[in-house]
């Protein structure tokens, strides 16, 4: 490793922004702003201090305790922030400190984002999937790899894909199979990833998502129409296929 100081700052860097994305995890369900006010504890409201809201270790400072009244805080907060430092240190080794590292990460934390907040609430909240399709399209015209058409493809017929699947689901069962955040979340990966990524994406994340409810269903006997969110498979689909792509 001879570029030590660049996956140190990497790591510091999606650490920090992994913080971030978890007031985003716990604020936009809830439509509140994500910068103010400053974080409470959700027990006693005391304000957090600065130096126990650094990034992963002041969870394990506090052993995973609030410092006033002990309440215990989520083991969501160090895992975000641990993945997210993670994702940024591969994402490093892949492409550098480059234009395409940012637009990446900040394509990789949204879906991180909403991994978290549609198993939770089984919801993908607009304000992450449509800028994020602004992000993807206004990047594909300067990105050493980008290509303006596959981008504006990708957006078009990996949303418009999904919502003929929904469109023929709700006909065919009478009832609703997949949200419409589901069609906004292909689209903006479609924008990142162009048509054939958005396909894959879809494939790949079908895949998952069976396996997954078979296993629930062997698990727990429970009938096949127990929804579970398609969202976080598709989310995860769309990283293997960011890092898959960038590192063949
Ligand atoms: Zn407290």
Redesign the pocket.
């Known amino acids: 490793m001879n570029d030590a100081p660049g996956f140190i700052l990497s790591a510091l860097l999606g650490a920090a922004l992994g913080s971030f994305a978890n007031v985003c995890i716990l604020r936009l369900p809830q439509g509140e702003s994500v910068v103010r006010p400053r974080s409470r504890?959700p027990?006693?409201q005391?304000s957090i201090r600065w130096h126990d809201n650094i990034p992963l270790f002041s969870f394990f400072f506090l052993r995973g305790r609030?410092r006033?009244?002990k309440?215990s805080i989520s083991l969501q907060y160090p895992l975000v922030e641990g993945t997210s430092a993670l994702l940024a240190v591969g994402l490093y080794a892949l492409l550098g400190g480059s234009l395409s590292f940012g637009v990446y990460l900040y394509f990789l934390l949204s879906l991180l984002v909403i991994v978290v907040i549609d198993a939770r609430h089984q919801i993908i909240p607009d304000l992450l999937t449509l800028p994020g399709m602004g992000v993807g399209l206004g990047s594909s015209f300067f990105l050493p790899t980008g290509s303006p058409l596959q981008s504006f493809l990708g957006c078009l017929i990996g949303g418009g894909s999904l919502y003929l699947v929904a469109f023929i689901y709700r006909s065919l069962r009478g009832m609703e199979g997949l949200g419409g955040g589901d069609v906004k979340l292909l689209a903006m990966i479609g924008s990142f990833l162009g048509v054939f990524g958005a396909f894959l994406t879809l494939f790949i994340g079908s895949l998952l998502g069976s396996l997954v409810g078979l296993l629930l269903w062997i698990r727990y006997r429970k009938g096949l129409k127990t929804a579970i969110p398609f969202g976080p498979f598709l989310s995860i689909a769309a990283a293997i296929i960011l890092f898959w792509g960038e590192k063949g």
Do not use: D, S, V
Request: charged share 25%; aromatic share 12%; glycine share 0%.
């Open positions: 504890c027990r006693c005391k609030c006033f009244c309440a």
